[in-house]
């Protein structure tokens, strides 16, 4: 499939991010204005709430887009979803007969704040690239003890925090945590030294579920995919995380890109999974394409630094797709709704420079990484972290944008006062 072209002319380059084969989803405002639901075309916002208001998007008899979210969208299922994307397809294509009625509608992304596109129901996050986890279970077990025993057979996740998702641009602070003393027997509460990213995607699940479903229905309800960042608190994970898995060292923020890149804009960059150890459960068994060829690439900028990439990899170098991670989720029976987030996982490749963690570039610290003047091991305060991500078409791009943050000092002991 060519570039479609459209009348706002910056979206018709190869290399522009929001073509109008893309048409993702975000929120934003404009001034003191109320946030509104929008789509990116070039370098401009279709302002979904004003052009529903003047009757230039209607798709049911009540309104979907006076909330400042895509919640109520999502619940219509995939049908409405469809007739959506044809819709503003249609009023963005070139030739368009609704364009001069459409100016009033366009707002330029450089005037736009972006906000959280949906509301996080419940966030999960999993643990789906072969390579992180042989890559983290070598630094913490060794290499024949790298993988758990369960790996190869469910993709293994734990119940993130829904409250701690944040937009693409909000700071974050160092947290503080107990963390193991390497000095003494007892453990510390100080700030994380230890702070690091993880390079992810986020599926979000449009429709609901009330029972298992099958890995084919899991993918019909997801609605879109965004960059995520798990950022974690290594030292604070470390002496938590037995036996019951991550918690405080995760539970600081997670940072999503603002435009949800649907599904329907992916479709032409399906992959498969890679080949199979062990075979799969039925229920969890692949049935036909659900990875994407998605290029994702990490740059870190430190205070008063220039930008350095620091890694490239591939979402299709997971081993398993959100769709089997959201059978596996609902195999119990458990609920699952719409505006659900779930964390692919740290994505690294096979090479050094596609890892997808600090952890595991700078191996645990042993192998610091050298960013212009600075080196690292860890995130340090005033480090701003960028995840982008496009998949290539032919003649044209599907853009996510930007998923960024910058690190904050800890506050001061939050506990200073009770200290004898
Ligand atoms: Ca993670």
């Known amino acids: 499939m060519p570039l479609k072209t459209s009348w706002v002319t910056s979206a018709n380059s190869a290399d522009h991010p929001f073509p109008l084969n893309n048409l993702p989803y975000g929120v934003f405002s404009q001034g003191d204005d109320d946030p509104r639901c929008g789509v990116a075309i070039g370098d401009m916002i279709l302002d979904l709430r004003a052009a529903e208001e003047n009757g230039l998007v209607v798709l049911m008899e009540e309104p979907l887009f006076e909330a400042p979210y895509w919640n109520d969208l999502m619940e219509q299922g995939p049908a409405v979803w469809t007739a959506l994307r044809n819709r503003l397809t249609d009023l963005l294509g070139e030739g368009s007969p609704a364009q001069a009625a459409l100016h009033a509608c366009m707002v330029p992304q450089s005037d736009a704040q972006m906000h959280m596109p949906i509301v996080v129901s419940e966030y999960t ?5 072969r390579n992180h986890a042989f890559n983290v279970g070598t630094m913490f077990r060794g290499p024949d003890n790298a993988l758990p025993p369960n790996w190869l057979h469910m993709p293994i996740g734990y119940n993130g925090r829904a409250s ?3 937009v693409s641009g909000t700071d974050i602070r160092r947290p503080w945590g107990q963390v193991k003393s390497p000095k003494h027997d007892l453990p510390a509460f100080q700030p994380s030294r230890r702070f690091d990213f993880e390079l992810e995607m986020g599926a979000i699940v449009g429709t609901p579920s009330e029972g298992p479903v099958t890995v084919q229905q899991a993918d019909d309800m997801i609605f879109g995919y965004v960059l995520l960042n798990d950022w974690s ?22 940072s999503i890109s603002p435009w949800i890149v649907t599904k329907a804009a992916l479709e032409p960059f399906r992959t498969d999974t890679p080949p199979r150890e062990f075979a799969l459960l039925d229920h969890l068994k692949d049935c036909g394409p659900m990875l994407y060829d998605i290029d994702l690439t990490v740059t870190l900028t430190p205070a008063g630094g220039a930008a350095q990439q620091i890694s490239r990899t591939n979402y299709a170098t997971m081993y398993y797709s959100a769709a089997q991670q959201l059978a596996h989720h609902a195999s119990s029976g458990c609920p699952m709704t719409p505006g659900d987030l779930l964390g692919s996982g740290t994505v690294s490749g096979t090479e050094p420079d596609s890892r997808g963690s600090m952890l595991e570039l700078s191996w645990g610290g042993q192998e610091p990484m050298q960013i212009g003047e600075a080196t690292r091991s860890f995130l340090e305060d005033g480090d701003r972290l960028t995840l982008s991500g496009a998949a290539q078409g032919d003649g044209y791009s599907i853009g996510f944008g930007r998923c960024t943050g910058v690190i904050l000092p800890a506050q001061p002991d939050p506990f200073a006062e009770t200290k004898g």
């Open 125 to 129: 996050d999993f643990y789906a690239s």
């Open 164 to 166: 701690s998702v944040v």
């Open 233 to 254: 608190a290594r030292d604070i994970q470390g002496w938590e995380y037995v036996p019951l898995g991550p918690f405080q060292g995760k539970a600081t923020a997670t």
